[in-house]
DNA sequence: GCGACAG
DNA sequence: ATCTTGTCGC
């Protein structure tokens, strides 16, 4: 199998990626005077009401392009809410200015509510992108075989963001070393499109490994792999997408419950979709150490299976929380980002 | 009122 | 993830 570019490939992800504050502004400006829209009307027409939070701290940053459009846009329960003046009597007079009744610091969303238009090449697309997402095939991976282990994280700076990547023996505890790649993180934090910000920032870093000749073998990604709504986080996504093996880790969970009441320090547990359905299995949890009572949660990501993914992450586990390669990268992504 | 979700 | 002080513990 060819290893691809992995800046073209990085390029052509990028590219397929829609710009959601162009999508929000266009939807606020379509809300004529003398009528509201909810934080989640307006997730709910990107494709996903999952991005009202996102929509919501948007609307409330002052330097937003239509700051001057958003007293607009309320709560869901009709409750005015705040407004990036400050001053949320601001907000309730630009709307009574416009003929807006309101009682009790609420508007009758039954009477107010605008008609919003839908919007193409969304979250729904990417919802959809994510739900059909055709891996490689995945070469059979073996432990035996592999020479490096890598982790990778991203750190944020006031403007940029950097990835870096640690590379450690196959015991999973002897650093090789570190590279970092600096950019824009574009796409905003939702929950369930952690790939979409992430995942460019991801792949030119390894492009400039490839380059180097540094591509760790196996990738331990800060994120879910499997263990995500539509089983398609961003560890699998950029396992498919560079063609290496990835596992994720992640810190919180995203989805699913323990199959069993209680963790054990050092021992693994499976992650199931609910009670109901004990047999599939997203991912496991363990409690690294007795320094923490915080799991971690691993799931496949591509390219490995649960076994082999198991064995490289307990390799990995030396005292901190998080395994070696990944407790590298984010330090040295935190370092380098704190200087930006 | 509460649940409630990677980074 | 980031914003933030001192403080408790290994």
Redesign the pocket.
Known sequence: MASPDLREVADSFVAGIPNLRDQVDQLVRSIAPGSVATYGDLAKSLGD??ASRWVATYLLDPTCRVADFSHRVVRSTGEIGLHYSGSSETKTELLRAEGVVIAKETVHLETYRAQLPPIGRSLSELKAW?LDFESPAEPAFRLEDIEAIGGI??????VQAVAACSRMQVDGKTTIGTQTYVGAAEF????????F??IPLHLNLLADMQVAGTLPDVLL?????R???RR????T?LGGLAGIPTI????????G?LRVPELRVGKWEPIVVSKDQPDEILGYAIVPHT?TKHP??VSRGFGVDDQAMLEIVERCLNGHRSPEPIYWA?RE??RH??TL
């Open positions: 009401i999952a994510q994280d991203v750190s944020y700076g006031k905003p934090y939702i929950t369930g499109y952690l790939a910000r992430e990604v800060d994120g879910n792999g263990l995500h709504p398609m986080g961003i560890a996504m994720g880790v992640a810190k919180k969970l995203i989805c419950v320094k971690i949660y984010d992504s935190r980002a704190s």
